[in-house]
C-alpha cells in the first residue's frame, strides 16, 4: 500500500507471561500476552503545496498515510447551554490544526442525518495551510437543530474513508445526548458495518448523553471513549486524541491464534490499557487460526489476557497450546506480513505447589477485569434501586482498586460510596451522588493499571 510520508513500520516484540503447569486432567490454560511496538516513527511528511484543491492526492499520485474524519453532534440539544456548541467547533478547530500536513480529513455534521461540512462531494480533503483554513471556516456555518442518529453519521464516516487507501483511518465522534432519532438494532448494525474499516474515538460532552451507547462506540471501533463534563475541556481532549493519531504509524494490525488440533479458544480480551472483549470480533484465518483485530499502532504497549482449553494429558507430556501472532494482513489476500510470534505452553505436573500457582499478570488481570464488572453492575443496581445490590458490587470494586493499587479508580469510586474498610470492601452508598462522578466512574470503568513485571 503506497503511503505518502511513508514512516518506518514499528518493531513489535511480544512477551508471554503464564503458569505452564497443569495437574492431571487439567485442561484450562491462560496467558497474558503483553506485545509492544517501538521505533516506529518516521520523518515528517514534506509540505504540501497549498495550490492543489480539496481532495486531491499527494505529489507523485501517493496516498497520505492516513485519514481522518471528525463527526460532531449537532442535534438540538446542542444549545443547551449555547457553550457547547461553541466549544464543540473550538475543538474541532483544534483537531484540525493539529493534523499533519498531506493527511486525508474531512468534518461531518450529525443530526438524525448525516452532512458533509467540509470539504463535500463525497471526498477528503489533504491538509495544508489552505485546506486548514477552509475547514475552519466552515465550522463556522454549523449550528445546533434536529435530532440524533448516530449510526447516519458513522456510515457516512465510513464511506469518506474507504475513498482512501491511507493505512491508518480514524474517526473522532462527539455526541451530547441519547440515540434517540433511530432504533438500537440501527445503531448496532452500523456498528457491524464499520468494524474493522476504521478505528472511531467517542466523546459524551455535558451529563444527559447515554454512558453505554459512547462506550459500545468505541469498543467496537476499537477506539477509546471518555466523559467531557465541561465544554470547556473539549479543544484539549480533541488535540490530545488527534496528536495520538498522528502518532499512529500501521493500521490493521491483528492477533493471530493458532490452536492445535483438539484445543479450543475459550476467549480473547484486551486487558491494558482497558479491557476490551474481542472473542466475538474473531475472524477465521486459515485451519485451527483465527485474527482478533487490535486497530492502528505506534509506540505503544497493550496486554491481552487469552485462555485456551486443550485435550487433557497424562503427567509428564508438554504441548504447545497455542502459537499467537501479530500479523498485518495484506490488501490483495496475499499471506499475511507476520510481525511477531509467541508460544502458549501447557505441561502436565503432579506437583500439587507448581500446578496451583497463579501467575501474577493472570491473576493482576483478571482482578481488574471483575473490578470493570463490578463498577458497572453495582451503577447499574444502584440506578435501578438495589441498595444493597449496589453497596456488595461497589465495596467489591473498592477492594480490587485497593488490592491492585488503582488509585484513579479508587479516588472515582469514593465520589461514589464512602469507604469504612478498603481492604475488606465495606462501603456505604453516598446519599447524594453528582451525575458527573457516576457517569466519569462508569465510563473510565475499564481503563486498568499495568502489572508490574
Same mark, same amino acid.
Given at each position: 500500500?503506497?503511503?505518502?510520508?511513508?514512516?518506518?513500520?514499528?518493531?513489535?516484540?511480544?512477551?508471554?507471561?503464564?503458569?505452564?503447569?497443569?495437574?492431571?486432567?487439567?485442561?484450562?490454560?491462560?496467558?497474558?500476552?503483553?506485545?509492544?511496538?517501538?521505533?516506529?516513527?518516521?520523518?515528517?511528511?514534506?509540505?504540501?503545496?497549498?495550490?492543489?484543491?480539496?481532495?486531491?492526492?499527494?505529489?507523485?499520485?501517493?496516498?497520505?498515510? +492516513?485519514?481522518?474524519?471528525?463527526?460532531?453532534?449537532?442535534?438540538?440539544?446542542?444549545?443547551?447551554?449555547?457553550?457547547?456548541?461553541?466549544?464543540?467547533?473550538?475543538?474541532?478547530?483544534?483537531?484540525?490544526?493539529?493534523?499533519?500536513?498531506?493527511?486525508?480529513?474531512?468534518?461531518?455534521?450529525?443530526?438524525?442525518?448525516?452532512?458533509?461540512?467540509?470539504?463535500?462531494?463525497?471526498?477528503?480533503?489533504? +491538509?495544508?495551510?489552505?485546506?486548514?483554513?477552509?475547514?475552519?471556516?466552515?465550522?463556522?456555518?454549523?449550528?445546533?437543530?434536529?435530532?440524533?442518529?448516530?449510526?447516519?453519521?458513522?456510515?457516512?464516516?465510513?464511506?469518506?474513508?474507504?475513498?482512501?487507501?491511507?493505512?491508518?483511518?480514524?474517526?473522532?465522534?462527539?455526541?451530547?445526548?441519547?440515540?434517540?432519532?433511530?432504533? +438500537?438494532?440501527?445503531?448496532?448494525?452500523?456498528?457491524?458495518?464499520?468494524?474493522?474499516?476504521?478505528?472511531?474515538?467517542?466523546?459524551?460532552?455535558?451529563?444527559?448523553?447515554?454512558?453505554?451507547?459512547?462506550?459500545?462506540?468505541?469498543?467496537?471501533?476499537?477506539?477509546?471513549?471518555?466523559?467531557?463534563?465541561?465544554?470547556?475541556?473539549?479543544?484539549?481532549?480533541?488535540?490530545?486524541?488527534?496528536?495520538?493519531?498522528?502518532?499512529?504509524?500501521?493500521?490493521?494490525?491483528?492477533?493471530?491464534?493458532?490452536?492445535?488440533?483438539?484445543?479450543?479458544?475459550?476467549?480473547?480480551?484486551?486487558?491494558?490499557?482497558? @479491557?476490551?472483549?474481542?472473542?466475538?470480533?474473531?475472524?477465521?484465518?486459515?485451519?485451527?487460526?483465527?485474527?482478533?483485530?487490535?486497530?492502528?499502532?505506534?509506540?505503544?504497549?497493550?496486554?491481552?489476557?487469552?485462555?485456551?482449553?486443550?485435550?487433557? +494429558?497424562? @503427567?509428564?507430556?508438554?504441548?504447545?497450546?497455542?502459537?499467537?501472532?501479530?500479523?498485518?494482513?495484506?490488501?490483495?489476500?496475499?499471506?499475511?506480513?507476520?510481525?511477531?510470534?509467541?508460544?502458549?505452553?501447557?505441561?502436565?505436573?503432579?506437583?500439587?505447589?507448581?500446578?496451583?500457582?497463579?501467575?501474577?499478570?493472570?491473576?493482576?488481570?483478571?482482578?481488574?477485569?471483575?473490578?470493570?464488572?463490578?463498577?458497572?453492575?453495582?451503577?447499574?443496581?444502584?440506578?435501578?434501586?438495589?441498595?444493597?445490590?449496589?453497596?456488595?458490587?461497589?465495596?467489591?470494586?473498592?477492594?480490587?482498586?485497593?488490592?491492585?493499587?488503582?488509585?484513579?479508580?479508587?479516588?472515582?469510586?469514593?465520589?461514589? @460510596?464512602?469507604?469504612?474498610?478498603?481492604?475488606?470492601?465495606?462501603?456505604?452508598?453516598?446519599?447524594?451522588?453528582?451525575?458527573?462522578?457516576?457517569?466519569?466512574?462508569?465510563?473510565?470503568?475499564?481503563?486498568?493499571?499495568?502489572?508490574?513485571?
Amino acid at each position: 500500500m503506497a503511503n505518502f510520508a511513508k514512516a518506518s513500520v514499528p518493531q513489535f516484540a511480544v512477551e508471554v507471561y503464564q503458569n505452564v503447569h497443569l495437574p492431571e486432567g487439567g485442561r484450562e490454560v491462560n496467558a497474558v500476552v503483553t506485545v509492544t511496538a517501538t521505533g516506529g516513527a518516521g520523518e515528517p511528511a514534506p509540505s504540501v503545496q497549498p495550490s492543489r484543491s480539496p481532495g486531491s492526492v499527494a505529489p507523485g499520485g501517493r496516498s497520505p498515510d +492516513a485519514a481522518v474524519v471528525i463527526m460532531v453532534d449537532c442535534s438540538g440539544s446542542m444549545d443547551y447551554p449555547p457553550a457547547k456548541m461553541r466549544s464543540a467547533r473550538e475543538a474541532t478547530a483544534a483537531a484540525i490544526d493539529a493534523l499533519r500536513e498531506g493527511v486525508a480529513f474531512a468534518v461531518v455534521a450529525g443530526t438524525h442525518q448525516a452532512r458533509e461540512v467540509y470539504p463535500g462531494g463525497g471526498r477528503l480533503a489533504v +491538509a495544508d495551510a489552505v485546506t486548514r483554513g477552509q475547514a475552519k471556516e466552515a465550522l463556522r456555518k454549523l449550528s445546533p437543530g434536529g435530532g440524533t442518529a448516530i449510526g447516519t453519521w458513522l456510515r457516512l464516516a465510513d464511506r469518506l474513508l474507504a475513498s482512501s487507501d491511507a493505512s491508518i483511518r480514524h474517526g473522532i465522534l462527539l455526541t451530547d445526548g441519547r440515540n434517540e432519532h433511530e432504533e +438500537a438494532d440501527a445503531l448496532r448494525a452500523s456498528l457491524d458495518v464499520c468494524a474493522g474499516r476504521f478505528t472511531c474515538d467517542a466523546r459524551g460532552v455535558g451529563t444527559d448523553y447515554e454512558v453505554k451507547e459512547v462506550m459500545r462506540i468505541a469498543s467496537a471501533l476499537l477506539g477509546t471513549a471518555e466523559i467531557v463534563a465541561d465544554p470547556a475541556g473539549l479543544a484539549a481532549d480533541f488535540t490530545q486524541m488527534m496528536e495520538t493519531v498522528m502518532g499512529k504509524e500501521v493500521g490493521d494490525v491483528c492477533l493471530r491464534l493458532w490452536t492445535p488440533l483438539g484445543a479450543e479458544v475459550l476467549f480473547v480480551k484486551q486487558c491494558a490499557p482497558t @479491557v476490551e472483549e474481542l472473542s466475538g470480533q474473531r475472524q477465521e484465518a486459515g485451519p485451527r487460526a483465527g485474527d482478533y483485530p487490535t486497530g492502528s499502532w505506534g509506540d505503544e504497549s497493550r496486554d491481552y489476557h487469552v485462555c485456551v482449553r486443550v485435550p487433557s +494429558a497424562a @503427567v509428564g507430556r508438554e504441548m504447545l497450546a497455542a502459537r499467537v501472532s501479530l500479523v498485518l494482513p495484506a490488501p490483495d489476500g496475499s499471506p499475511a506480513q507476520v510481525l511477531a510470534q509467541g508460544l502458549v505452553r501447557a505441561v502436565w505436573t503432579d506437583d500439587v505447589v507448581a500446578s496451583t500457582s497463579i501467575n501474577p499478570q493472570v491473576a493482576h488481570y483478571t482482578g481488574q477485569a471483575e473490578l470493570a464488572q463490578a463498577i458497572q453492575q453495582g451503577l447499574d443496581l444502584r440506578k435501578a434501586g438495589d441498595i444493597d445490590g449496589a453497596t456488595a458490587k461497589l465495596g467489591r470494586a473498592v477492594q480490587l482498586a485497593s488490592r491492585s493499587g488503582h488509585e484513579a479508580t479508587a479516588k472515582l469510586l469514593a465520589k461514589v @460510596v464512602d469507604v469504612v474498610d478498603a481492604a475488606n470492601g465495606t462501603v456505604r452508598l453516598k446519599a447524594n451522588v453528582s451525575k458527573e462522578a457516576e457517569m466519569t466512574l462508569e465510563t473510565r470503568s475499564t481503563k486498568t493499571v499495568r502489572v508490574k513485571k
